[in-house]
């Protein structure tokens, strides 16, 4: 079983996570990890925090010479802007800087100060953050490796921002934006090339593949819709138009069209994996909504932290990660091994059967 956790807040020393269940023999390569984090730190429309960090990824186990050895990893990234928070967020003493009582409408600032009887929703904030997805990438480029060795790859691209499809366009909505304090959200695909057949089940509601890739991807911050294939137009087409058709080409088994996006019955189906997701436009605006003071009781205006005006290109780098995690969790599900060498044979083994067919 593949799984990790993540931990730390977002001005904190470090944000921690510790992954378990990976395969002895992959071999990582840290700067491909640390492409992945400057990835996720860019993007038009990012902010002044994005100025401070510069993210790379310091792995403290499970690692000698540069391969796994099937023994949990350890995965550390520092944040440099502690050093002008650690009064305000020191584990231990005596409350120090102001409380954030304006909680923001669309964060989790209300919900959680509720939820765990905080006067300050800087308590729930700094975790809630963003900031978090630092280690799911981290996490996504260390099962990106796995699933490499593999002969799995995965990509994205933005595809829409408020409102707009070109680059140029999408560009000019940000700065708009931006300018009227405003921000924007949009749409990205994540896909995924090189997957066998049969990966995920039919028998059990959470064994499905379609249904664990679109809760990994729901679970990023800000992402309020996740389709895969022809998703959503499937509700307007007719059955003749939404199913791919399948054809023998020689011995192969062909399919022209692929709007199911590659997963059909819970299971991979042998085409290329397409998902999208919605982001909502981040909820901190430097021109704040109206909300509540949670201490006064008063009418006021929301909050303001330093924030970008649109993330979708980060979103995009972080749905990668979550894509990549369920898949190596998959594939490791599907073909088991201690070790990259004995999972490689089973795949030849699987892959053997299926062309005799």
Same mark, same amino acid.
């Given at each position: 079983?593949? %799984?990790?956790? !993540?931990?730390?807040?977002?001005?904190?020393?470090?944000?921690?996570?510790?992954?378990?269940?990976?395969?002895?023999?992959?071999?990582?390569? *840290?700067?491909?990890i640390?492409?992945d984090?400057?990835? %996720?730190?860019?993007?038009? +429309?990012?902010?002044?925090?994005?100025?401070?960090?510069?993210?790379?990824?310091?792995?403290?186990?499970?690692?000698?010479?540069?391969?796994?050895?099937?023994?949990? /990893?350890?995965?550390?990234?520092?944040?440099? $802007?502690?050093?002008?928070?650690?009064?305000?967020?020191?584990?231990?003493?005596?409350?120090?800087?102001?409380? #954030?009582?304006?909680?923001?409408p669309?964060?989790?600032?209300l919900?959680?100060?509720?939820?765990?009887?905080? %006067?300050?929703?800087?308590?729930?904030?700094?975790?809630?953050s963003?900031?978090? !997805?630092?280690?799911? *990438?981290?996490?996504?480029?260390? &099962?990106?490796?796995?699933?490499?060795?593999?002969?799995i790859?995965?990509?994205?691209?933005?595809?829409m921002?408020?409102g707009?499809?070109?680059?140029?366009?999408?560009?000019?909505a940000?700065? $708009?934006?931006?300018?009227?304090?405003?921000?924007?959200?949009?749409?990205?695909?994540?896909?995924?090339?090189?997957?066998?057949? +049969?990966?995920g089940?039919? #028998?059990?509601?959470?064994?499905?593949?379609d249904? %664990?890739?679109? @809760?990994?991807?729901?679970?990023?911050?800000?992402?309020?819709?996740?389709? /895969?294939?022809a998703g959503?137009? &499937?509700?307007?087409?007719?059955?003749?138009?939404?199913?791919?058709?399948?054809?023998? @080409?020689?011995?192969?088994?062909?399919?022209?069209?692929?709007?199911a996006? +590659?997963?059909e019955?819970?299971?991979?189906?042998?085409?290329?994996i397409?998902?999208?997701? #919605?982001?909502?436009?981040?909820?901190?605006l430097?021109?704040?909504?109206?909300? /509540?003071?949670?201490?006064?009781?008063?009418?006021?205006?929301?909050?303001?932290?330093?924030?970008?005006?649109c993330?979708?290109?980060?979103?995009?780098?972080?749905?990668?990660?979550?894509?990549?995690?369920?898949?190596?969790?998959?594939?490791l599900?599907?073909?088991?091994g201690? &070790?990259?060498?004995?999972?490689?044979?089973?795949?030849?083994?699987?892959?053997?059967?299926? $062309?005799?067919?």
């Open positions: 079983m593949l %799984r990790y956790l !993540t931990a730390g807040e977002s001005h904190g020393p470090q944000l921690t996570a510790i992954v378990d269940g990976l395969p002895a023999g992959i071999k990582l390569d *840290v700067e491909s640390n492409g984090l400057a990835r %996720r730190q860019q993007g038009y +429309g990012r902010g002044g925090r994005m100025k401070i960090e510069r993210d790379r990824v310091e792995i403290m186990s499970g690692v000698r010479f540069g391969e796994t050895l099937g023994s949990p /990893i350890t995965l550390v990234v520092k944040n440099r $802007d502690w050093e002008n928070w650690q009064d305000r967020m020191s584990a231990f003493g005596k409350p120090t800087g102001d409380k #954030v009582t304006a909680v923001r669309g964060h989790a600032d919900n959680g100060v509720l939820k765990y009887d905080r %006067r300050d929703a800087r308590d729930i904030l700094e975790r809630s963003a900031r978090e !997805t630092t280690m799911r *990438v981290a996490v996504g480029g260390v &099962c990106k490796e796995f699933l490499r060795a593999v002969g790859e995965i990509g994205s691209r933005v595809t921002i408020g707009e499809t070109t680059v140029e366009k999408m560009h000019e940000i700065d $708009d934006a931006k300018s009227k304090g405003d921000t924007l959200g949009g749409t990205f695909e994540v896909t995924v090339k090189g997957a066998p057949i +049969g990966l089940s039919h #028998v059990q509601w959470d064994r499905r593949l249904g %664990r890739l679109a @809760e990994a991807v729901m679970s990023i911050q800000a992402i309020k819709g996740v389709e /895969i294939g959503f137009r &499937c509700a307007e087409l007719p059955g003749s138009q939404v199913h791919d058709e399948i054809f023998f @080409e020689g011995d192969r088994i062909v399919r022209e069209t692929n709007r996006g +590659g997963l019955g819970g299971m991979t189906n042998g085409e290329e397409m998902i999208r997701a #919605v982001m909502k436009p981040i909820p901190t430097m021109k704040p909504l109206r909300t /509540i003071d949670i201490d006064s009781k008063m009418a006021v205006s929301a909050s303001k932290e330093r924030s970008d005006t993330a979708v290109e980060a979103a995009s780098v972080v749905g990668e990660a979550m894509v990549a995690t369920v898949m190596a969790s998959a594939v599900e599907k073909f088991g201690d &070790c990259l060498t004995d999972i490689l044979k089973s795949m030849r083994a699987y892959e053997e059967r299926l $062309d005799k067919f």
